[in-house]
């Protein structure tokens, strides 16, 4: 599956703010869905969802950064 830097980059943006909409909306299923990996990663995702005021304003930031993501590639392309 070969795709073009800019099929790349529009995947990046929809998936930093799709996931991010996912923690705003339902912050603790977002961490669980998140939580397979090593133990440094998975303790994360478990404190993350213990803390929800804190997955919803990291995926926040994830929406606020998918967005300038595409509108800065957008203005470059």
Known sequence: MLLS????????????IGDGVMAVVCPR?????WERGPKP????????QERPGLTRA??????????????YHEKED
């Open 5 to 16: 830097p800019q099929r790349w980059k529009h995947f990046t943006a929809m998936a930093l």
């Open 29 to 33: 299923h977002d961490a669980l869905a």
């Open 41 to 48: 990663w998975k303790n994360l995702m478990h404190k993350l």
């Open 58 to 71: 990291i995926g926040a930031a994830q929406i606020i950064g998918g967005v300038w993501w595409a509108l």
